[in-house]
């Protein structure tokens, strides 16, 4: 405070005081420039016989000293980007996504006084041109499939992709179904392809007009014999001879085995090999083993592309004991790297195994081993 009149006054001989009472104001240090408070980010606000410091909004402290305020860093969005990276308080921050995503939440956010931004980052999600109908697409020939951010036009079933565009394209496709064991064709079995069906002729031949292009699985049937199935992919033509050929294997009677090998275009040549206990091999060297009662016969030795060969064990149990299957690639050059063979093993009961060859750089491929003791078989399927 600061006095306002006499300091000193002095009773007088008449009986008053030589002045009045001084009086006690305030001092406005604020006004002064007398207080300490911070002259950059502060503020004074006087008070009765004092004052108070205080800091300037976006900043923190006691007044005295004022610091700037600052919020936490910011996250970037998966699929987005943030524009503007102070996280100095009043400043702001733009949220945006990718093409092909769309926001959830806040696109703008600012930094707060109290040093917490004024909303989360907002989230980006994808848009699905497909069911929103933001897609090119055509609808008869295309089908759109979502993706991450972005959408694809694929060919519809019965389509073939020709460029950029999808062409209604379909193909024939031909083959022959021949007898596992001796080749020969099986006339008037009933072939289907997806969910349409024909009879195999005189020859054996069986063709489908109007395919379109997929993968399909191929069934063949005929009385006296165990039905086959495998797949078939449609790309073009399919001629008879080629990859859409089927075995049909007759029914075995009991203590019967036979093992049916079978590939495609590569390799050229493929050998069925069976020993037999005693030490007898059966293979195209010598396509016939009888001991006894019991006999194993190979059926052909076939030397081109997409062929098959049988080996059948009859009366294996006359000749009990192991009975060892492998397959040699024969073709010179090749082996087991890009391959691919299909061993299907037969009995009374039917197909009883489905192997398929494995990928390596072998040219032998050990299958399984039968068991006319136990009438059982044991699966190896081992490159050597």
Same mark, same amino acid.
């Given at each position: 405070?600061?006095?306002?009149g006499?300091?000193?006054?002095?009773?007088?001989?008449?009986?008053?005081w030589?002045?009045?009472?001084?009086?006690?104001?305030?001092?406005?240090e604020?006004?002064?420039? &007398?207080?300490?408070?911070?002259?950059v980010?502060?503020?004074?606000?006087? &008070?009765?016989?004092?004052?108070?410091?205080?800091?300037?909004?976006?900043?923190?402290?006691?007044g005295?000293s004022?610091q700037?305020v600052n919020?936490?860093?910011?996250?970037?969005?998966?699929?987005?980007?943030?524009?503007?990276n102070?996280?100095?308080?009043?400043? !702001?921050?733009?949220?945006?996504?990718?093409a092909?995503?769309?926001?959830?939440g806040?696109r703008i956010?600012t930094?707060l006084?109290?040093g917490?931004?004024?909303?989360?980052? =907002?989230?980006?999600?994808?848009?699905?041109?497909?069911?929103l #109908?933001?897609?090119?697409?055509?609808?008869?020939?295309?089908?759109?499939?979502?993706?991450?951010?972005?959408?694809?036009?694929?060919?519809n079933t019965?389509f073939?992709?020709?460029?950029?565009?999808?062409?209604?394209?379909t193909?024939?496709v031909?083959?022959?179904?021949?007898?596992?064991? !001796?080749?020969?064709?099986?006339?008037? =079995?009933?072939?289907?392809? #997806?969910n349409?069906s024909?009879?195999?002729s &005189?020859?054996?031949?069986?063709?489908?007009?109007?395919?379109?292009?997929?993968?399909?699985?191929?069934?063949?049937?005929?009385d006296?014999?165990y039905?086959?199935?495998k797949?078939? =992919?449609?790309?073009?033509?399919?001629?008879a001879?080629?990859?859409?050929?089927?075995?049909?294997?007759k029914?075995?009677?009991?203590g !019967?085995?036979?093992?049916?090998?079978?590939?495609g275009?590569?390799?050229?040549?493929?050998?069925?090999y069976?020993?037999?206990?005693?030490?007898c091999?059966v293979?195209?060297?010598?396509?016939?083993?009888?001991?006894?009662? &019991?006999?194993v016969t190979?059926?052909?030795?076939?030397?081109?592309?997409?062929?098959?060969?049988?080996?059948?064990?009859?009366?294996g149990?006359?000749?009990?004991?192991?009975?060892?299957?492998?397959?040699?690639?024969?073709?010179?050059? =090749?082996?087991?790297?890009?391959?691919?063979?299909?061993v299907?093993?037969y009995?009374a009961? #039917?197909?009883?195994?489905?192997i398929?060859?494995?990928?390596g750089?072998?040219?032998?491929?050990?299958?399984?081993?039968?068991s006319?003791? !136990?009438?059982?078989?044991?699966?190896?399927?081992?490159?050597?």
């Open positions: 405070y600061r006095l306002s006499s300091r000193t006054i002095t009773c007088l001989h008449n009986g008053s030589s002045d009045f009472v001084a009086s006690c104001y305030d001092i406005d604020c006004e002064q420039q &007398s207080h300490n408070c911070d002259r980010h502060g503020s004074c606000i006087n &008070s009765i016989g004092s004052y108070t410091c205080s800091c300037d909004s976006c900043y923190t402290g006691d005295v004022c700037l919020c936490s860093n910011l996250i970037v969005p998966v699929y987005g980007n943030l524009t503007g102070s996280t100095e308080c009043g400043s !702001t921050t733009i949220v945006s996504c990718s092909g995503y769309h926001l959830s806040s956010i930094c006084h109290n917490s931004w004024s909303d989360s980052v =907002a989230s980006c999600y994808d848009i699905n041109e497909c069911s #109908g933001m897609h090119n697409c055509d609808i008869t020939s295309e089908i759109c499939t979502n993706s991450f951010g972005s959408f694809m036009c694929v060919c019965g073939t992709a020709v460029g950029q565009s999808c062409f209604n394209v193909y024939t031909s083959g022959y179904v021949r007898d596992a064991f !001796t080749t020969s064709a099986v006339k008037e =079995a009933t072939v289907a392809l #997806g349409r024909t009879t195999s &005189s020859d054996g031949v069986f063709t489908f007009s109007s395919v379109f292009p997929t993968t399909y699985i191929l069934n063949a049937s005929a006296g014999y039905s086959n199935w797949t078939v =992919a449609v790309s073009g033509n399919i001629t001879g080629t990859s859409a050929d089927i075995t049909l294997t029914r075995l009677s009991i !019967t085995w036979e093992v049916v090998l079978t590939w275009e590569y390799p050229d040549d493929l050998d069925s069976m020993i037999v206990p005693g030490g091999t293979s195209y060297q010598k396509d016939v083993c009888n001991v006894g009662n &019991s006999s190979l059926d052909d030795d076939a030397t081109h592309s997409y062929s098959s060969e049988s080996i059948q064990i009859n009366n149990a006359a000749l009990p004991g192991t009975y060892s299957h492998y397959v040699h690639v024969y073709t010179s050059g =090749a082996t087991f790297v890009a391959v691919n063979a299909t299907d093993l009995n009961t #039917g197909r009883v195994l489905t398929n060859s494995p990928a750089d072998s040219v032998y491929w050990d299958t399984f081993n039968i006319t003791v !136990t009438n059982t078989y044991t699966i190896v399927n081992k490159l050597r």
